[in-house]
């Protein structure tokens, strides 16, 4: 079936540096892929999403692309702030059913 | 409001006790969503009503009573509920096929 593998956290890193969040799927079809970001206390919020092969989602500074080759939608972004502390999950969703499959989430922590 | 409501945010109740948690949605979706999220485990999906049919429950045990009257509106009602069903329940819509938009949750403590 369909799944998500997202690197184990947590990320501890200081800002400005560069993050990287590895984000890796299986499935059947050509699902649309997307990153949630929650931050503490709050529900989940859609931070990007691409929904076909070489496709770059990309918003607040982060990007990720949908790697067919590698099945793969890496989060990226060059300098990180302190308020980008948060959870992060990458997700997989079918545009049949809506459905969507969340990874466990990476925890990011950045210190000043 | 915009976006997606829950209430209430907090709640502790008995293992007998009856409750009602409940999700309105402002954005003129047609799907809405109930999802489980424990510690250290990942989100788990739980309900789907798509045009205000329930379309999936993932094994859900009937101590969870979910309830669509309507597009805008989602219930999830509680009874007998067991401490290991202490989490944070999240409600979600959207268009289906497209993005998911979330609630800020419910804390739920099971006593």
């Known amino acids: 079936g369909n799944s998500v593998t997202q690197m184990e956290g947590p990320v501890t890193l200081s800002e400005e540096a560069f993050l990287t969040i590895n984000c890796t799927y299986t499935?059947?079809?050509?699902?649309?892929l997307f990153w949630y970001v929650q931050y503490p206390g709050e529900g989940l919020q859609l931070l990007l999403k691409a929904t076909k092969a070489d496709d770059k989602g990309s918003n607040k500074g982060f990007e990720a692309t949908y790697r067919k080759e590698t099945t793969s939608f890496h989060l990226e972004k060059g300098s990180v702030q302190v308020s980008d502390s948060a959870v992060y999950f990458c997700?997989?969703?079918?545009?049949?059913?809506?459905?969507?499959?969340f990874g466990q989430g990476t925890t990011l922590q950045v210190k000043p | 409001e915009t976006g997606v409501t829950q209430t209430p945010r907090h709640l502790v109740m008995g293992m007998t006790n009856k409750k009602s948690l409940k999700c309105e949605q402002h954005?003129?979706?047609?799907?809405m969503y109930w999802y489980k999220q424990s510690a250290k485990k990942p989100l788990e999906l739980m309900f789907v009503?798509?045009?205000?049919?329930?379309?999936e429950n993932n094994s859900v045990p009937s101590r969870f009573s979910p309830e669509c009257p309507n597009s805008s509106h989602l219930f999830l009602h509680l009874h007998t509920l067991q401490p290991e069903d202490s989490a944070l329940y999240l409600c979600?819509?959207?268009?289906?096929?497209?993005?998911?938009?979330f609630g800020p949750g419910t804390r739920l403590t099971v006593l």
């Open positions: 954005l003129g979706h047609n799907a």
């Open positions: 997700a997989l969703g079918s545009s049949n059913t809506g459905k969507l499959i």
């Open positions: 499935a059947t079809g050509y699902p649309s």
């Open positions: 009503y798509s045009l205000e049919e329930r379309v």
């Open positions: 979600a819509s959207s268009q289906m096929g497209e993005p998911q938009y």
